[in-house]
Protein backbone atom coordinates (compact mmCIF):
# COMPACT_ATOMS: atom_id res chain seq x y z
CA UNK A 1 0.00 0.00 0.00
CA UNK A 2 2.84 2.14 -0.67
CA UNK A 3 3.99 2.47 3.06
CA UNK A 4 0.89 4.45 4.86
CA UNK A 5 -1.27 2.29 6.64
CA UNK A 6 -4.96 3.17 6.28
CA UNK A 7 -5.06 4.35 10.03
CA UNK A 8 -2.20 6.84 9.26
CA UNK A 9 -4.72 8.24 6.57
CA UNK A 10 -7.97 8.48 8.87
CA UNK A 11 -5.65 10.29 11.51
CA UNK A 12 -4.69 12.99 8.00
CA UNK A 13 -7.92 13.15 7.20
CA UNK A 14 -8.47 13.60 11.39
CA UNK A 15 -6.48 16.58 11.19
CA UNK A 16 -7.81 17.96 8.18
CA UNK A 17 -11.37 17.72 9.90
CA UNK A 18 -10.00 19.56 12.90
CA UNK A 19 -8.77 22.42 10.15
CA UNK A 20 -12.05 22.96 9.14
CA UNK A 21 -13.63 23.22 12.57
CA UNK A 22 -11.23 25.58 13.73
CA UNK A 23 -12.16 28.18 10.17
CA UNK A 24 -15.44 26.86 10.85
CA UNK A 25 -14.84 28.78 14.78
CA UNK A 26 -12.79 31.58 13.39
CA UNK A 27 -15.76 32.21 10.71
CA UNK A 28 -18.54 32.88 13.70
CA UNK A 29 -15.76 35.09 15.57
CA UNK A 30 -15.68 36.97 13.32
CA UNK A 31 -18.97 37.60 11.78
CA UNK A 32 -20.28 37.39 15.67
CA UNK A 33 -22.47 34.75 15.12
CA UNK A 34 -21.78 33.13 17.80
CA UNK A 35 -25.13 33.06 19.79
CA UNK A 36 -26.13 29.69 17.37
CA UNK A 37 -23.68 27.73 17.19
CA UNK A 38 -21.21 26.84 20.41
CA UNK A 39 -17.62 25.07 18.78
CA UNK A 40 -17.75 21.50 17.77
CA UNK A 41 -21.90 21.54 17.30
CA UNK A 42 -23.23 19.53 14.96
CA UNK A 43 -24.48 22.13 13.06
CA UNK A 44 -21.54 23.81 11.62
CA UNK A 45 -21.37 24.93 8.18
CA UNK A 46 -20.57 21.82 6.17
CA UNK A 47 -17.08 22.83 3.90
CA UNK A 48 -16.72 22.32 0.51
CA UNK A 49 -14.04 20.19 -0.35
CA UNK A 50 -12.16 19.68 -3.57
CA UNK A 51 -10.00 16.65 -3.87
CA UNK A 52 -6.85 16.51 -6.20
CA UNK A 53 -5.15 13.36 -6.55
CA UNK A 54 -3.47 11.30 -9.45
CA UNK A 55 -5.81 8.43 -10.93
CA UNK A 56 -3.67 5.99 -10.55
CA UNK A 57 -4.23 6.39 -6.18
CA UNK A 58 -8.27 6.40 -6.90
CA UNK A 59 -8.76 2.95 -4.60
CA UNK A 60 -6.59 4.48 -1.61
CA UNK A 61 -8.42 8.28 -2.15
CA UNK A 62 -12.19 6.46 -2.55
CA UNK A 63 -11.13 5.64 1.62
CA UNK A 64 -9.88 9.16 2.03
CA UNK A 65 -13.50 10.82 0.43
CA UNK A 66 -15.21 8.44 2.18
CA UNK A 67 -13.67 9.49 5.77
CA UNK A 68 -13.86 13.16 4.96
CA UNK A 69 -17.79 12.40 3.83
CA UNK A 70 -18.14 10.85 6.91
CA UNK A 71 -17.92 14.30 8.94
CA UNK A 72 -20.15 15.68 7.29
CA UNK A 73 -18.65 17.57 4.48
CA UNK A 74 -19.56 17.81 1.14
CA UNK A 75 -16.61 16.30 -0.90
CA UNK A 76 -16.01 16.77 -4.66
CA UNK A 77 -13.29 14.86 -7.05
CA UNK A 78 -13.67 13.98 -10.55
CA UNK A 79 -15.20 10.86 -9.73
CA UNK A 80 -18.37 12.84 -9.23
CA UNK A 81 -18.18 13.78 -13.08
CA UNK A 82 -21.18 12.83 -15.02
CA UNK A 83 -21.05 11.36 -18.37
CA UNK A 84 -20.82 13.85 -21.01
CA UNK A 85 -19.69 16.69 -18.33
CA UNK A 86 -17.22 19.27 -19.65
CA UNK A 87 -14.15 18.12 -17.61
CA UNK A 88 -12.65 21.13 -17.56
CA UNK A 89 -15.17 23.36 -17.02
CA UNK A 90 -16.85 21.52 -14.40
CA UNK A 91 -13.22 20.66 -12.93
CA UNK A 92 -12.57 24.75 -12.34
CA UNK A 93 -16.24 25.50 -10.85
CA UNK A 94 -15.85 22.84 -8.30
CA UNK A 95 -11.79 24.21 -7.84
CA UNK A 96 -12.62 27.59 -7.21
CA UNK A 97 -16.56 27.04 -5.34
CA UNK A 98 -14.22 25.05 -2.57
CA UNK A 99 -13.54 25.95 0.49
CA UNK A 100 -10.46 23.53 0.95
CA UNK A 101 -8.25 22.03 -1.49
CA UNK A 102 -7.28 18.37 -0.28
CA UNK A 103 -4.13 17.76 -2.28
CA UNK A 104 -3.51 14.44 -2.10
CA UNK A 105 0.21 13.21 -2.55
CA UNK A 106 1.94 10.07 -3.98
CA UNK A 107 4.44 9.49 -6.15
CA UNK A 108 2.13 9.76 -9.23
CA UNK A 109 0.41 12.79 -8.20
CA UNK A 110 3.82 14.83 -8.24
CA UNK A 111 4.15 13.58 -11.52
CA UNK A 112 0.35 15.11 -12.78
CA UNK A 113 0.33 18.76 -14.19
CA UNK A 114 -3.56 18.45 -13.08
CA UNK A 115 -2.79 17.70 -10.06
CA UNK A 116 0.54 20.38 -9.98
CA UNK A 117 -2.20 22.97 -11.05
CA UNK A 118 -5.04 22.73 -8.77
CA UNK A 119 -2.95 22.51 -5.74
CA UNK A 120 -1.45 25.80 -7.08
CA UNK A 121 -5.04 27.33 -7.29
CA UNK A 122 -5.54 26.13 -3.56
CA UNK A 123 -2.15 27.64 -2.82
CA UNK A 124 -3.09 30.96 -4.55
CA UNK A 125 -6.49 31.26 -2.84
CA UNK A 126 -4.88 30.09 0.64
CA UNK A 127 -7.50 26.85 0.54
CA UNK A 128 -4.84 24.14 0.30
CA UNK A 129 -4.65 21.43 2.09
CA UNK A 130 -1.53 19.00 1.36
CA UNK A 131 -1.68 15.07 2.84
CA UNK A 132 0.66 12.47 2.19
CA UNK A 133 -0.75 8.69 1.15
CA UNK A 134 2.82 7.46 0.61
CA UNK A 135 5.20 9.73 2.25
CA UNK A 136 5.88 11.72 -0.72
CA UNK A 137 6.37 15.14 -0.28
CA UNK A 138 4.34 18.12 -1.98
CA UNK A 139 6.43 19.68 -4.60
CA UNK A 140 5.75 23.60 -3.54
Same mark, same amino acid.
Given at each position: ?53 ? #???? *????? !??? &??? $???? +???? /? ?14 ? #???? *????? !??? &??? $???? +???? /? ?23
Amino acid at each position: DGGSSLSDRRRAVRRVHRRFSGANRRERSLTGDSASEAPGDAQQRIKRVFVSYS #RKDK *ARVAE !VVK &TIE $SFSH +EVWW /DDRLVAGARFTAETEE #RLKA *ADFVV !VLW &TAD $SVKS +EWVL /DEAQVGKAAHKLIPLSLDGQEPPL
